[in-house]
């Protein structure tokens, strides 16, 4: 057995005893984030059945995913990296969830690129939980009226997506997005990395964003 497959099954053991010992109900998806890893990395675990993929670059994606996607047409791909408006037409060609929009601007570029290729993809948005200046997201006070937003576009919100402070105990991040979530009426969310997707799965999240602890490390 290849060593991403024994990785991805630990995982799999992990989050089943956890849900099992904290009587969670809703059992998470694995996002397998793939980003920077070659395809002789990705291609055991797709043989093995995984389905669901995450990348943060277009260009990386197109690349390494169209022809892939045509061959194994129930894998969904997942951009979870920030999205330029002008890279918006490219991603809407092999992505099916976006995990990063956090602007008007890009609802809008995407809601129109939408109509041009006559396909509906899954959105959530980004917040900046942690209000950090370096990180990507739409503040907490701003989340409501960019919802509102993307349903006036008919985008298909399903929930929100967060990536807590590094050196801060993630907790707190992942309970205040669920209790926004909720208060969305959102029933969707992007929370956990390899780092702390035990937390993230105590406090409702049902996409799993895992990378390094499936793959192994990067070489960037």
């Known amino acids: 057995m290849h ?24 059992i998470p998806k694995i996002i397998a984030v793939s980003k920077t890893f070659n395809l002789d990395k990705i291609l055991p675990l797709i043989l093995h059945g995984h389905l669901d993929y995450g990348e943060n670059k277009v260009q990386e994606a197109v690349e390494k995913w169209t022809d892939i996607k ?20 490219f991603a809407l060609k092999v992505f099916d969830y976006i995990h990063s929009v956090d602007s008007e601007k890009l609802a809008k570029k995407i ?5 041009k290729q006559n396909k509906k993809i899954k959105i959530f948005l980004q917040v900046n939980i942690g209000n950090e200046d370096q990180k990507s997201g739409i503040n907490i006070s701003e989340v409501a009226k960019l ?12 929930g929100l997506m967060c990536i807590p402070p590094a050196k801060e ?19 969707e969310l992007s929370m956990g990395m390899s ?3 035990l937390a993230a799965i105590e ?10 602890s499936i793959f192994g490390n990067r070489n960037q």
Request: include cysteine.
């Open 147 to 158: 919802h509102h937003y993307c349903n006036e576009l008919s985008l298909n919100v399903i």
């Open 3 to 26: 060593d991403t497959v024994k990785r991805y099954i630990d995982i799999i053991n992990t989050i089943n005893a956890k849900l099992e010992d904290q009587k969670i109900q809703k």
């Open 111 to 115: 809601a129109d690129e939408e109509l």
């Open 195 to 197: 780092s702390d997707y």
């Open 203 to 212: 406090n409702d999240s049902t996409y799993l964003r895992i990378g390094s």
């Open 169 to 187: 105990e993630p907790n707190k991040f992942f309970q205040e997005t669920n209790l926004l979530n909720k208060k969305l009426n959102l029933f």
């Open 70 to 89: 045509l061959k194994n047409p129930g894998i969904k791909l997942h951009l979870i990296g920030k999205l330029q408006t002008n890279k918006v037409k």
